[in-house]
């Protein structure tokens, strides 16, 4: 299982960006699709989640800001991040679990500025 997540860049605090997770088969496989994020010298942190069902979960961070989503057609898991303020600067990661197995993508880097 591969997963290949993109739209990362560099956005202006204030603006909103949106990243995309492309897994390698159907996002119906997964129990649960999720992004994750890493800023420097810092532990990985949970950001938003999306089960099978459609249910939502998200960081207090970033609850009111982002909308993690299931676009069903295109088989993607959408993160549209909105406000974006320079702590959100981090390398972003997409995340499947099918069962107890984890998968994750190579991630993808927002950069936020001031």
């Known amino acids: 299982v591969q997963l290949q997540a993109f739209g990362g860049g560099l956005v202006q605090a204030g603006e909103f960006r949106t990243l995309s997770c492309a897994p390698s088969?159907?996002?119906?496989?997964?129990?649960?699709m999720a992004w994750y994020r890493q800023a420097p010298g810092k532990q990985r942190e949970l950001v938003a989640t999306?089960?099978?069902?459609?249910?939502?979960n998200y960081a207090d961070s970033v609850e009111d800001r982002f909308t993690i989503s299931r676009n069903n057609a295109e088989n993607t898991v959408n993160l549209r991040m909105d406000s974006l303020k320079p702590e959100d600067t981090a390398f972003y990661y997409c995340n499947g679990r099918i069962l107890s197995w984890n998968y994750w993508g190579e991630g993808t880097q927002v950069t936020v500025s001031s």
């Open positions: 088969e159907s996002i119906f496989n997964f129990n649960s």
């Open positions: 999306v089960n099978v069902g459609g249910r939502t």
